[in-house]
């Protein structure tokens, strides 16, 4: 979901990483926010509001023989004891089902002159607890550390450690499947009898419902914070342009707090922590995987050790108006390269191709392609409408596995 500046708070090659991050800047417009969010993994703090009690008015009806009632239409009291009571239980609910994870790895930076200087870094996250037997949930980007650029290169994760809840036992974690597109991984510990999360129904969270989101953030293990479900279905667009669909939280979800989880009042997990927008006049806008959109994620990485998903075997551009017109070409995806004996190449798709249609919807974007094919499971056939020398032409692509 980005560069190593996305993964770590103030990540230079010189200095150690502290906490697993995803960094950027949400632009604003006069202080609106639109409904598709470019961001990055980044951080902010969140305020518990104080509850406002009401009272009720008693409405008599002195020239009558019936009995003074309560209004109605008045709304009922608050309870803050029962509202503490609701969240002691679900912290202590779900608490030990919650993880601290630790990541290592090598730093290479590059001095200039050809010289190189190789240090350890590390980083820190959350997972959940989803087997008794050691299986834990977590975000990719957390153990999933491998990244370079100009300036340095990040190895791959040289040791991955997890502290249980009340235990400040080290225990050695193997990683079982990583997924960028989705950001989610699965580790596993050799331990048994451990307390597995529930998992809630996250088709059913509506706005405004009570949320507590649980992990480790900035190093301080079991931490817990409350707020409300702000959205639905809010989608979020990182930088590498791969969409998300998440629930928004105004719980307060820091570094650290990645992989940890997002709570119902009944202790259920209804999400995974994974972003946050940090920026000036920003306050209290975190999100969270829903939890439904992982199960079958997690299944196939601790099956298979990846996820199975349908191939094309393109490498495309997306065109825009102006591309198109200056190049005499539709709008859609242009084919860039075709792999090797890919569905693509078998279906005889060529570089130079314009992709205009797919599955009898227009494309114009990379993204919407592998929406479309994504929809589908490995060995469907996606019917492609190009454009070819000026040319329409329909080819139909069996899909195979990515």
Sequence with gaps: MGDINDYFDNTTPSK??????????????????GASLVVGICFGNTTIRTNLVGKPSVQSKETSNEPSSINTGVVDLLSLSNFSDTAVGVASKVLPSIVGITVTFDVTSTLGYGFQQTGESSASGSGIIISEDGYILTNNHIVNSSSNSLFYEVSEAKSVKVYLFNDDTPYDAEIIGTDAQT??????????????????????VKVG???????????????????????VNREVTANDGTKYVLLQTDAAINAGNSGGALVNSSGQVIGINTLKI???????????????????????????????????????????????????????????????FSAAEIAGIKPGDV?????????STMQELMDIKNSKSIGDELEIKLTRSGKEKTVTVILQEE
């Design 355 to 363: 992709i205009t249609e797919a599955d009898g919807k227009k494309v």
């Design 183 to 204: 950001d989610l991984a699965v580790i596993k510990i050799d331990k048994d009898g451990l307390t597995a999360a529930e998992l809630g129904d996250s088709s059913n």
């Design 278 to 340: 940090s920026a000036t006049g920003v306050e209290n806008m975190g999100f969270a995987i829903p939890i439904n959109n992982t199960i079958e994620i997690y299944k196939q990485l601790i099956e298979f050790k990846k996820v199975k998903r349908p191939s094309i075997g393109i490498t495309g551009i997306d065109l825009s108006e102006a591309q198109a017109k200056q190049n005499n070409l539709p709008i859609g995806v242009y084919v860039k390269e075709v792999s090797d």
């Design 16 to 33: 150690k990483k502290g906490n697993t991050a995803k960094n950027i800047v949400a632009p604003f417009v006069s202080g609106v926010l």
């Design 209 to 231: 419902e009570f949320a507590m989101a649980i992990g480790n953030p900035l190093g301080l293990k079991s931490t817990v914070t409350s707020g409300i479900i702000s959205a």
